[in-house]
DNA sequence: ATAATGTCCCATC
DNA sequence: GATGGGACATTAT
């Protein structure tokens, strides 16, 4: 099968996304959008819906180097929470700096909740635009996107 | 081999 | 509180 795209609206932002069945090839922010389907479960979460992007994988998290060890510890991180990059490199066994970079290069955010992984004094970065970090982390505090589990998802 | 990262920590004002 | 420099691991050129 073809690996489908397309993508969905979050605030002023379009997220453009490359998949096939539960496994996420590539997510990025863009102004534009394109015609084309989305998982379903980020097409709840950029809604604001509850949603589990834990259902799907990334296949930044495939494989042993170091930066597929990073986001599969990122990805562990609960919904709502946060981590400092410092914290990160700890549990992996590697350097802030390094957890920092991998972010950076983050070929699927939302589904590597990279937006979670905040500086220990500050917010830390985000691109292309920090304005979506803060709005993810503040509608995963403010929000129930957290928790699809056992059927609260309508009534 | 060198530069560049979405950092951290400590020593200074 | 603000600033500066060094150390850290990894990737891209």
Redesign the pocket.
Known sequence: MAILSGSCRFGLWNVHVSWQDDLVYRVRFAREGIPGPVPEEILRYCAGRPSDLSTLRSVATEGE??????YRAVREVPCGETV????V?WM???????????????PT?LVVP?????????I????PDLAI?EALLAMERQRDVCMPEKGEVNR
């Open positions: 180097t170091t930066f597929a060890r990073i400092t990059y410092g914290e490199a992996v066994g590697t350097a802030p700096r390094a957890v920092g970079a991998a972010m950076a290069r983050n955010p990279c937006h979670r992984v905040v500086a220990k004094t500050g830390g970065g985000f691109s970090k």
